[in-house]
């Protein structure tokens, strides 16, 4: 297991498309899922839950996809349809994360969304120090209405990302990070 820090400061988001299986085992998911939900929760309020899509649920989840895409775009080729079909069937294992807001006179609604976000990260960051490869996607469906009812989410839960995660079939590619002096400032 690499050490902490280098593993903070190296990880790379993998695209789906350049991950294989096996997936993480079902310890090793355990193991992910128990880390994504340690994360600052300001009040308790756990304002985040996970929706595990392995197997055929990716296809099944797929094919909820594509027909919302094919009804709302009925002039679609079938090559398009069969994209949104396949979106998430490239990695052995996807995580939703899924957030929601309750209220709280102490804990605004963006302070709960950012506590999805972080176990978001905490998953992505997981899996990556268990070797795998991980990537925190969204996509126009995860801002659909339709999508989200067909997934199983209530009408007040946003889905705050699909984590894609499988096993690299080559090294990521680092991408330029910004430099420190244009964002940080000392008070």
Request: proline letters at 10%; hydrophobic letters at 40%; charged letters at 25%.
């Amino acid at each position: 297991m690499p050490d902490a820090i280098e593993l903070l400061k190296t990880r790379r988001s993998m695209k789906p498309r350049e991950m294989t299986g096996p997936g993480p085992s079902a310890a090793e998911l355990e193991t992910i899922l128990t880390i994504g939900a340690r994360v600052p929760d300001h009040g308790k309020l756990t304002p985040w839950r996970f929706i595990v899509f392995e197997g055929d649920a990716r296809s099944r989840a797929g094919d909820v996809i594509a027909k919302v895409f094919a009804r709302k775009n009925p002039g679609a080729p079938a090559a398009d349809i069969e994209v949104e079909k396949k979106r998430l069937t490239d990695a052995p294992l996807v995580i939703g994360v899924v957030s929601f807001t309750k209220p709280h006179p102490k804990v605004p609604p963006w302070e709960q969304e950012l506590s999805a976000g972080a176990s978001a990260m905490n998953i992505v960051t997981a899996a990556t120090a268990l070797g795998y490869g991980a990537c925190w996607l969204t996509g126009w469906f995860a801002f659909d209405r339709d999508v989200l009812d067909g997934l199983g989410l209530k009408p007040d839960e946003k889905l705050a990302g699909l984590i894609h995660i499988g096993r690299p079939t080559k090294p990521s590619e680092d991408r330029p990070r910004p430099a420190l002096s244009d964002i940080v400032t000392r008070f």
